[in-house]
């Protein structure tokens, strides 16, 4: 059974950085995209970024240039790099392995001063 499990949110002022860690289990990782989304309060849940397997990324408009995502294949893990964050990154964000509908229990996220 496929485990993710985030780790990294908490909170931060406008400005700072936060990185989110992803680890996976229970599955291959290496031929899989990954992906990060996040749901703020009264929102629906929205695509941030995804990598795939031969490291192509890609981003949501409101956080190119801001946001990095990366992945460690030998340590089954995917990372998350926010620089520049704004009150409005204020969400919980999840990892994602789509192909197999599978989710982590997300961490929170909060950008205020």
């Known amino acids: 059974q496929v485990q993710l499990v985030e780790s990294g949110g908490g909170l931060v002022q406008p400005g700072g950085s936060l990185r989110l860690s992803c680890a996976a289990s229970?599955?291959?990782?290496?031929?899989?995209?990954m992906g990060w989304y996040r749901q703020g309060p009264g929102k629906q849940r929205e695509l941030v970024a995804t990598?795939?397997?031969?490291?192509?990324?890609n981003y949501a408009d409101s956080v190119k240039d801001r946001f990095t995502i990366s992945r460690d294949n030998a340590k089954k893990t995917v990372y998350l790099e926010m620089n520049n964050l704004k009150p409005e990154d204020t969400a919980v964000y999840y990892c994602a392995l789509p192909a197999l509908s599978s989710w982590g229990q997300g961490t929170q996220v909060t950008v205020s001063s």
């Open positions: 990598i795939a397997n031969n490291y192509r990324t």
């Open positions: 229970g599955t291959i990782f290496n031929i899989y995209v």
